[in-house]
């Protein structure tokens, strides 16, 4: 009876001690059960998100391939675009804008200061902050070939073959214009030319500020040296370059010998365009140097600018008192074909444009400052005829479009870099700026030629300086033999044959 009841109280014991565990565990699965019911909703939550980004990683997939298929299809239509322009033989443009000197950027600072006080749609307008379109004074850049001016009464948006913004450097400009300056040397005629009020960057991006930072012509000579060098086995090539300036309607040699400019001696030979009998433009008199290296370009360069007339006026501490054009004749031959080309390359520095009364010019500049408006007007009335296909076209009218009626008179490259200023007191000269270099953008000169001629051809026509050359049909359309005042009963002039026509230099005597 004592076995029973010992061998029972120890199995009610052991029944107890697995109780003791079975609640404990109990109590561990319904500690852990709300533990899980507590981390549902985080789970759900994190669930959620992670399903959002699945869907948001591929939603920016549709969105990059999208972008990348616009980006394909904008490249295309540039493509095209600039293949359509190429037939068409359009003037390129680019516009360039200056970046804000130290003074200029505590002046807007102080402008936009001035617009919030104010207010006004105008000031909404201007220094609205957009995370997608940089702003600089009053200029934007909503697109990559499009800058946007935001004047007194509305925005308008000028679009143009490549726009670049303060930030761009020389570098950034010239490697969009190398390839037109390399086209010298296959014959072709290129004239690249800056335009713009005065201050606003022009001879900075013509010439350069140093020889640590050239400008496009020092570039576009030194380019031309290295592809001449590519092609020296093959080819005779041979270049003469000159520079001159056109002060006050004179044009003046800046390359003349150091004593000819000494005060007290002769007065230098009067120099004048003259039209050559096949066609095209010529200086005779006009100093004319070989040079065969970059160096020879680099010391010509620094004489020629040394001796341009630059003075200081209230928009420009150095201003630019002339055009200067630097021109540049590439004879080349080829040794097993005999085929022959001359290419000429014509790099122009206009003189800005500027207000008498903003610049209060007086005496010897408020010449100089009329001379310049009125040259540079002669070349809108020149655009304006081209664009509107007129018979007569009044290159004429000043030396200034009398010396690029070559260029503009058809068979020529033309590229134009308008220089603008991002400053709010700038605004209105920006704007007529940019719409005269929409204008200039929107004529067409029909499709260059490369002039070349076969060793056994004698379809060009002998000058006087000895260069061969034939004529240029739009070119013959002022060609009127000696200088007279344009008359309305003008007409343009047939080439004496049906032939290509040929380029003739500018101003160099033969390069044989």
């Given at each position: 009876?004592a076995?029973?009841?010992?061998?029972?109280?120890?199995?009610l014991?052991?029944?107890?001690?697995?109780?003791?565990?079975?609640?404990?565990?109990?109590?561990?699965?319904?500690?852990?059960?709300?533990?899980?019911?507590?981390?549902?909703?985080?789970?759900?939550?994190?669930?959620?998100?992670?399903?959002?980004?699945?869907?948001?990683?591929?939603?920016?997939?549709?969105?990059?391939?999208?972008?990348?298929?616009?980006?394909r299809?904008?490249?295309?239509?540039?493509?095209?675009?600039?293949?359509?322009?190429?037939?068409?033989?359009?003037?390129?443009?680019?516009?360039?804008?200056?970046?804000?000197?130290?003074?200029?950027?505590?002046?807007?600072?102080?402008?936009?200061?001035?617009?919030?006080?104010?207010?006004?749609?105008?000031?909404?307008?201007?220094?609205?902050?957009?995370?997608?379109?940089?702003?600089?004074?009053?200029?934007?850049?909503?697109?990559?070939?499009?800058?946007?001016?935001?004047?007194?009464?509305?925005?308008?948006?000028?679009?143009?073959?490549?726009?670049?913004?303060?930030?761009?450097?020389?570098?950034?400009?010239?490697?969009?214009?190398?390839?037109?300056?390399?086209s010298?040397?296959?014959?072709?005629?290129?004239?690249?030319?800056?335009?713009?009020?005065?201050?606003?960057?022009?001879?900075?991006?013509?010439?350069?500020?140093?020889?640590?930072?050239?400008?496009?012509?020092?570039?576009?000579?030194c380019?031309?040296?290295?592809?001449?060098?590519e092609?020296?086995?093959?080819?005779?090539?041979?270049?003469?370059?000159?520079?001159?300036?056109?002060?006050?309607e004179?044009?003046?040699d800046?390359?003349?010998?150091?004593?000819?400019?000494?005060?007290?001696?002769?007065?230098?030979?009067?120099?004048?365009?003259?039209?050559?009998?096949?066609?095209?433009?010529?200086?005779?008199?006009?100093?004319?140097?070989?040079v065969?290296?970059?160096?020879?370009?680099?010391?010509?360069?620094?004489?020629?600018?040394?001796?341009?007339?630059?003075?200081?006026?209230?928009?420009?501490?150095?201003?630019?008192?002339?055009h200067?054009?630097l021109?540049?004749?590439?004879?080349?031959k080829?040794?097993?074909?005999?085929?022959?080309?001359?290419?000429?390359?014509?790099?122009?520095?206009?003189?800005?444009?500027?207000r008498?009364?903003?610049?209060?010019?007086?005496?010897?500049?408020?010449?100089?400052?009329?001379?310049?408006?009125?040259?540079?007007?002669?070349?809108?009335?020149v655009?304006?005829?081209?664009?509107?296909?007129?018979?007569?076209?009044?290159?004429?009218?000043?030396?200034?479009?009398?010396v690029?009626?070559?260029?503009?008179?058809g068979?020529?490259?033309?590229?134009?870099?308008?220089?603008?200023?991002?400053?709010?007191?700038?605004?209105?000269?920006?704007?007529?700026?940019?719409?005269?270099?929409?204008?200039?953008r929107?004529?067409?000169?029909?499709?260059?030629?490369?002039?070349?001629?076969?060793a056994?051809?004698?379809?060009?026509?002998?000058?006087?300086?000895?260069?061969?050359?034939?004529?240029?049909?739009?070119?013959?359309?002022?060609?009127?033999g000696?200088?007279?005042?344009?008359?309305?009963?003008?007409?343009?002039?047939?080439?004496?044959?049906?032939?290509?026509?040929?380029?003739?230099?500018?101003?160099?005597?033969?390069m044989?």
């Amino acid at each position: 009876m004592a076995d029973r009841m010992n061998s029972t109280v120890q199995g009610l014991r052991g029944a107890q001690a697995e109780l003791a565990k079975l609640r404990e565990k109990n109590n561990q699965t319904r500690s852990e059960a709300e533990a899980l019911a507590t981390a549902v909703p985080a789970f759900a939550a994190l669930f959620q998100r992670e399903l959002n980004l699945f869907l948001a990683s591929g939603a920016i997939m549709s969105l990059n391939d999208a972008i990348s298929k616009y980006r394909r299809e904008c490249k295309e239509r540039k493509r095209l675009y600039n293949l359509l322009q190429e037939l068409r033989g359009n003037i390129r443009v680019y516009c360039r804008v200056r970046p804000l000197s130290e003074r200029e950027a505590i002046e807007e600072a102080e402008v936009i200061e001035e617009a919030r006080a104010t207010g006004g749609s105008r000031a909404a307008q201007l220094y609205a902050s957009s995370a997608h379109n940089r702003a600089v004074g009053p200029i934007r850049f909503p697109g990559e070939d499009e800058i946007s001016l935001i004047g007194e009464r509305a925005t308008k948006t000028y679009e143009f073959d490549r726009v670049f913004d303060p930030d761009c450097t020389q570098e950034d400009v010239f490697r969009d214009i190398a390839p037109l300056t390399s086209s010298v040397l296959d014959g072709y005629n290129v004239c690249v030319f800056a335009y713009g009020q005065t201050g606003s960057g022009k001879t900075h991006t013509m010439i350069g500020s140093s020889r640590d930072d050239p400008g496009v012509a020092q570039r576009a000579l030194c380019k031309l040296f290295e592809t001449a060098a590519e092609r020296e086995g093959d080819y005779e090539l041979s270049m003469k370059a000159s520079a001159f300036e056109i002060y006050l309607e004179a044009i003046r040699d800046l390359l003349a010998p150091a004593a000819a400019r000494q005060p007290g001696a002769p007065p230098q030979q009067k120099l004048e365009v003259h039209m050559a009998p096949g066609g095209g433009t010529f200086v005779p008199g006009l100093t004319a140097e070989s040079v065969s290296s970059a160096h020879d370009v680099e010391l010509m360069m620094e004489r020629a600018q040394g001796n341009r007339a630059t003075f200081s006026t209230n928009m420009n501490e150095h201003s630019s008192r002339s055009h200067s054009v630097l021109s540049v004749s590439c004879y080349a031959k080829n040794k097993l074909t005999g085929v022959s080309s001359m290419g000429k390359l014509h790099i122009i520095d206009l003189a800005g444009s500027e207000r008498v009364k903003q610049s209060e010019a007086s005496g010897e500049r408020l010449a100089e400052a009329m001379a310049i408006n009125k040259s540079l007007s002669a070349l809108g009335d020149v655009i304006a005829s081209l664009a509107a296909k007129e018979k007569h076209v009044p290159y004429r009218n000043s030396r200034l479009t009398h010396v690029l009626q070559d260029s503009l008179g058809g068979n020529s490259k033309v590229l134009m870099v308008v220089n603008v200023s991002a400053t709010t007191s700038c605004s209105s000269e920006t704007g007529c700026s940019l719409t005269f270099a929409q204008r200039v953008r929107a004529v067409e000169l029909g499709s260059a030629r490369a002039n070349t001629a076969s060793a056994s051809s004698s379809s060009t026509t002998s000058t006087s300086d000895g260069t061969a050359m034939a004529p240029s049909p739009a070119a013959a359309k002022d060609s009127r033999g000696p200088e007279r005042p344009p008359s309305s009963t003008d007409r343009p002039r047939r080439p004496s044959s049906g032939r290509p026509s040929s380029a003739r230099p500018l101003n160099h005597p033969p390069m044989r």
